[in-house]
């Protein structure tokens, strides 16, 4: 059945360029999934910066020596293959070497420090360091010259000791050295200077942090700090462009997807959103379980927040499950254990198998059912006259040409969902016939790399399609123009917790798998842009804006 011919639908070729874009997104995705054990060791900090999030905590003390040796030692125990020693300024407690040693001992893979790297210009410290353990340290510098880094750090001095201890590191040769940015008002128009002086020192990776409205930068300086990215689109443009040296790596950190574009292979791994909610996990906590309202949400706050669409989703899922009734309830996973949940048309079971799914159809209250399985082994028996699992069947979903096979092959008339990619293509392209009973589906993958490998494309499919078809999760630009359906109520009751509480930990997962869409800023002219949501963040990372047409009115 499969089309011999199918370049068409296959990834862009690959080039020399392509294939050392392609290494580091394997390498860098490879580092966003790693499992850390970040450790604070001080309230305190001997900078002073204009733009700190953390200075609200700082209180001038370290922490107890035993609660800091317990967490490196448990954060080993549970998987983590990287220690970060944090702070403050984590170089400032008295028994900062003997961390690094217990880190060493403990079997971490790599003990790295983020830090103002002042300590580091003292030669014993450096040395020391390094014989205890430490392997990689991320050095915060915020400026090309003293006046503009002592400023932001509100420390004169700074400068000169950091970037010692700076040369120092890289001098020893005994160290993975790297640079944090955070860019603001002051130094974008700086950046590619900056960048040039550090590459020439011998520094060849940095993470580009956007200013967030959090601590001292939501203070008396914000109006010096917060700036306009769409005046400053061809600098940051310019920064980016480093990252296609072969020998520079470049992050982006907290920095809003869409201004990105041309570059969305820096765009961050969605996973690392779940460090960042764990940080706040004490005032999301609250709000979950007695209404308290995050003290950050405010509109002119959240325009300029990392978190603002993972917030909105949150309440939009808080209003679902508050809700009587829903279009659709979501079950993978065990099902909550207590608690009513709103009526709903239809329930969508996602499961490896039959038999996986089967407490989720005992726990649906709708008698529509869709399912979504790993493996269909069972379902010609199971069906009965259109029901299964004791439910009727509406929607069954296939991910690959075995499974669709199989399930149109099947008696009754209910839909088959296909997850649309290079496997499934061919043999949807060599259909005949009405394709009124199919849907075709863009499955979100958690990594990069398997949507760039799953995934077709789309212009160039529904081109050679040339027929009518249903689409979910697929932008009208890349499904022929098909003008999307109305945006469906869902509770999903994997993001619940066994009380059939929203849980913040499921909700996060969820939502960085599920819920994390992005479009290009281009996107504003197209007559759909109300009603779209646009594409999933990797498939954005993996394929890029640039697929994204908009449709003129």
């Not at 201890?165 to 128009?189: H, M, P, T, Y």
């Not at 769409?230 to 920095?255: C, G, M, T």
Request: charged share 25%; glycine share 6%.
């Amino acid at each position: 059945m499969a089309d011999a011919s199918f370049e068409v639908l296959q990834p862009e070729a690959q080039s020399i360029e392509l294939a050392d874009e392609l290494n580091k997104i394997v390498e860098h995705e490879g580092a966003a999934h790693e499992k850390r054990n970040w450790v604070r060791l001080s309230y305190d900090c001997n900078n002073h910066c204009t733009f700190c999030l953390d200075t609200n905590a700082h209180d001038g003390t370290m922490r107890n020596n035993l609660d800091i040796k317990v967490q490196i030692i448990e954060g080993r125990k549970k998987g983590a293959d990287r220690l970060i020693l944090s702070g403050g300024e984590p170089t400032m407690h008295p028994n900062f070497l003997d961390f690094v040693l217990l880190g060493k001992k403990a079997g971490y893979r790599k003990v790295q420090t983020v830090t103002n790297g002042r300590m580091f210009c003292y030669p014993d410290f450096l040395e020391k360091s390094a014989d205890n353990g430490l392997s990689e340290i991320t050095f915060s510098l915020h400026g090309h010259t003293a006046k503009l880094h002592d400023a932001l750090v509100g420390t004169p001095g700074a400068f000169v000791q950091e970037t010692a201890g700076l040369k120092a590191a890289l001098a020893s040769e005994r160290f993975i050295v790297n640079i944090d940015i955070v860019i603001n008002k002051q130094n974008v128009k700086h950046l590619t200077e900056m960048l040039d002086l550090f590459i020439s020192w011998g520094v060849k990776e940095f993470d580009l942090l956007h200013i967030i409205p959090f601590g001292n930068a939501w203070g008396d300086a914000k109006p010096h700090l917060f700036y306009d990215l769409d005046a400053h689109h061809d600098e940051l443009q310019r920064a980016f462009a480093y990252s296609k040296r072969p020998d520079v790596h470049i992050w982006l950190n907290r920095f809003p997807p869409q201004h990105a574009e041309n570059y969305e292979n820096l765009i961050q791994d969605p996973y690392k959103l779940n460090d960042e909610v764990r940080g706040r996990r004490e005032e999301y906590d609250k709000y979950l379980s007695i209404g308290q309202k995050l003290s950050c949400r405010e509109p002119d706050r959240c325009q300029y927040c990392y978190l603002e669409d993972l917030c909105d989703s949150l309440d939009v899922a808080l209003d679902a499950r508050k809700a009587t009734a829903v279009d659709v309830i979501r079950y993978e996973g065990a099902p909550p254990l207590v608690g009513k949940l709103p009526e709903a048309k239809v329930a969508r079971l996602v499961a490896p198998n039959l038999e996986g799914a089967r407490p989720l159809a005992q726990a649906a209250v709708p008698d529509d059912i869709e399912l979504e399985l790993a493996s269909w082994d069972g379902i010609e028996q199971a069906l009965d006259a259109g029901r299964v699992l004791g439910k009727r069947l509406v929607r069954a979903w296939a991910s690959d040409v075995a499974s669709l096979e199989r399930l149109r092959a099947l008696p009754g008339t209910f839909d088959i969902g296909v997850y649309l990619t290079t496997e499934t293509a061919p043999a949807l392209l060599a259909l005949e016939g009405s394709l009124d009973r199919f849907v075709l589906g863009q499955k979100n993958y958690e990594r990069v790399t398997d949507a760039r490998t799953n995934d077709v494309e789309h212009a160039a499919f529904f081109a050679k399609l040339g027929r009518p078809v249903r689409t979910e999760n697929i932008p009208p630009c890349l499904a022929a123009g098909a003008p999307p359906k109305r945006r469906l109520e869902m509770l999903d009751a994997s993001m619940l917790g066994a009380d059939a509480r929203v849980d913040m930990n499921k909700f996060t997962q969820r939502y960085v798998l599920d819920g994390f869409y992005t479009k290009s800023m281009r996107c504003r002219s197209c007559v759909h842009d109300a009603s779209c949501r646009g594409v999933h963040i990797n498939f954005a990372r993996a394929h890029g804006y640039k697929v994204l047409e908009p449709i003129a009115g």
